[in-house]
């Protein structure tokens, strides 16, 4: 089993910043991606940043510019880093991790428990 650890999040006001880290533990043989969604209440949970084992980077439109995900392999971490918050970042935010726990065995797709994240105005 593959467990996330989320740590990170909180209140700030508009133009602040936050960071967001996820470790992942457990029996992992690879890990494929990992990456944060988040979702506000009433909507759908949707993809803010997700970066693979080639390192290549997707982000959702909305936070191009001002959001900045890495990850370490060799810790199995990801990290997010908000700059720039507005109010309509406000929203519970997840971390995801894909990969394979042996090299015969299926992928797996964990979630953390969620982080808040609020933005006052």
């Known amino acids: 089993q593959v467990e996330l650890v989320e740590s990170g999040g909180g209140l700030v006001q508009a133009g602040g910043s936050l960071s967001l880290s996820c470790a992942a533990s457990?029996?992992?043989?690879?890990?494929?991606?990992m990456g944060w969604y988040r979702q506000a209440p009433g909507a759908q949970r949707e993809l803010v940043a997700l970066?693979?084992?080639?390192?290549?980077?997707n982000y959702a439109d909305s936070v191009k510019g001002r959001f900045t995900i890495s990850r370490l392999n060799a810790n199995k971490s990801v990290y997010l880093q908000m700059n720039s918050l507005k109010p309509e970042d406000t929203a519970v935010y997840y971390c995801?991790?894909?990969?394979?726990?042996?090299?015969?065995?299926?992928?797996?797709?964990?979630w953390g428990q969620g982080t808040q994240v609020t933005v006052s105005s």
């Open positions: 457990g029996r992992i043989f690879m890990l494929v991606a």
């Open positions: 970066v693979n084992n080639g390192g290549a980077i």
């Open positions: 995801n991790a894909r990969g394979y726990t042996n090299y015969d065995a299926p992928p797996f797709d964990s």
